[in-house]
């Protein structure tokens, strides 16, 4: 029995609840998970895992072991890491879930810099608005919009989304150009709706201007679960968009979107960094972090803490 992959398997499983989703983000076969964990225990003399037909369970024991499995894995990887000026170098495989808009239009044009420093480190991005089970999926880490209902994750704010309200000048020579958001509440006016993953709902955007406030729901056609699908209803003119400002330069640019109601104020979406709570935050990682957070400083600081 090799004691690391053991120790490896054993910490998987504890983190999926599943020797099957173990042996999947592992790569291994499960009668090899299986095997490496029943060879650890039996090496212990006590038991990790308490096991049943529908789910895993930790033992006390196991929990206790767990902790000071999870510290000496990370430590064997910073003094592997630290060895020599090569070995310094950050690599591996990172496994990110960031939204459809932000990876296309902000962080994949950004990364031939990050690669040209960084040439070890291979990512394989997921591009979605969903949400992701970040122990169960393996994945290093997530950047998302909005506030984090899961507490349980470790979370880093990276920047704040300026919105604005925008449509296609097709829309508005259909529809007519609305001088209050209370009109878009009117039987003639159709917003684009987006079905947030965390609730899967249509939620009503809060507006501002001096002490007069609104929430603005309104009413849709075509509602999405997609960043740039949504963006390309708007563009298409299916009605009425609620956009971070990057998303919409370009286009409010070339004349395919106007903005609407720039006398009202719409509190900035709050971008979030999250990785799982008890995973070691390797040296490939924590550049990833810094560079992500540089990157997006640039496009949407956090409001009242960036001087460009």
Same mark, same amino acid.
């Given at each position: 029995?090799?004691?690391?992959?053991?120790?490896?398997?054993?910490?998987?499983?504890?983190?999926?609840?599943?020797?099957?989703?173990?042996?999947?983000?592992?790569?291994? &076969? #499960?009668?090899?998970?299986?095997?490496?964990?029943?060879?650890?225990?039996?090496?212990? +003399?006590?038991?990790?895992?308490?096991?049943?037909?529908?789910?895993?369970?930790?033992?006390?024991?196991?929990? /206790?072991?767990?902790? +000071?499995?999870?510290?000496?894995?990370?430590?064997?990887?910073? /003094?592997?890491?630290?060895?020599?000026?090569? &070995?310094?170098?950050?690599?591996?495989?990172?496994?990110?879930?960031?939204?459809?808009?932000?990876?296309?239009?902000?962080?994949?044009?950004?990364?031939?810099?990050?690669?040209?420093?960084?040439?070890?480190?291979?990512?394989?991005?997921?591009?979605?608005?969903?949400?992701?089970?970040?122990?169960?999926?393996?994945?290093?880490?997530?950047?998302?919009?909005?506030?984090?209902?899961?507490? &349980?994750?470790?979370?880093?704010?990276?920047?704040?989304?300026?919105?604005?309200?925008?449509?296609?000048?097709?829309?508005?020579?259909?529809?007519?150009?609305? &001088?209050?958001?209370?009109?878009?509440?009117?039987?003639?006016?159709?917003?684009?709706?987006?079905?947030?993953?965390?609730?899967? #709902?249509?939620?009503?955007?809060?507006?501002?201007?001096?002490?007069?406030?609104?929430?603005?729901?309104?009413?849709?056609?075509?509602?999405?679960?997609?960043?740039?699908?949504?963006?390309?209803?708007?563009?298409?003119?299916?009605?009425?968009?609620?956009?971070?400002?990057?998303?919409?330069?370009?286009?409010?640019?070339?004349?395919?979107?106007?903005?609407?109601?720039?006398?009202?104020?719409?509190?900035?979406?709050?971008?979030?960094?999250?990785?799982?709570?008890?995973?070691?935050?390797?040296? #490939?990682?924590?550049?990833?972090?810094?560079?992500?957070?540089?990157?997006?400083?640039?496009?949407?600081?956090?409001?009242?803490?960036?001087?460009?």
């Amino acid at each position: 029995m090799d004691r690391i992959d053991a120790m490896q398997a054993f910490a998987r499983v504890v983190e999926t609840g599943s020797f099957t989703k173990a042996a999947e983000t592992l790569r291994m &076969s #499960k009668t090899s998970v299986t095997q490496l964990v029943q060879q650890l225990e039996a090496r212990l +003399r006590v038991k990790l895992l308490n096991r049943t037909t529908r789910k895993v369970n930790v033992t006390a024991d196991g929990a /206790a072991y767990y902790e +000071r499995v999870v510290r000496l894995l990370a430590d064997m990887d910073d /003094a592997e890491t630290s060895l020599s000026n090569a &070995s310094a170098a950050p690599r591996g495989r990172l496994r990110v879930d960031v939204p459809s808009p932000l990876a296309r239009m902000i962080l994949i044009p950004a990364l031939p810099a990050f690669h040209a420093q960084y040439p070890d480190i291979q990512l394989d991005m997921g591009v979605s608005d969903r949400r992701v089970d970040l122990i169960g999926e393996n994945v290093d880490c997530v950047v998302r919009g909005g506030e984090l209902t899961d507490q &349980s994750l470790m979370a880093r704010r990276v920047g704040d989304l300026q919105l604005g309200v925008y449509a296609a000048p097709s829309y508005l020579e259909r529809a007519g150009t609305p &001088s209050h958001p209370q009109a878009l509440q009117d039987s003639h006016h159709r917003i684009v709706g987006f079905h947030w993953a965390r609730t899967g #709902k249509v939620v009503p955007y809060a507006m501002q201007r001096d002490a007069e406030s609104i929430k603005v729901q309104g009413r849709y056609l075509l509602a999405v679960d997609d960043g740039n699908a949504y963006l390309a209803a708007g563009l298409a003119g299916m009605g009425v968009l609620w956009l971070p400002d990057y998303m919409a330069k370009a286009h409010c640019e070339r004349g395919e979107l106007i903005r609407l109601f720039e006398d009202w104020r719409l509190d900035p979406m709050p971008l979030y960094l999250a990785f799982p709570p008890n995973r070691h935050v390797s040296r #490939k990682l924590r550049v990833f972090i810094d560079w992500v957070v540089d990157v997006i400083a640039r496009h949407a600081p956090i409001a009242g803490r960036y001087d460009p």
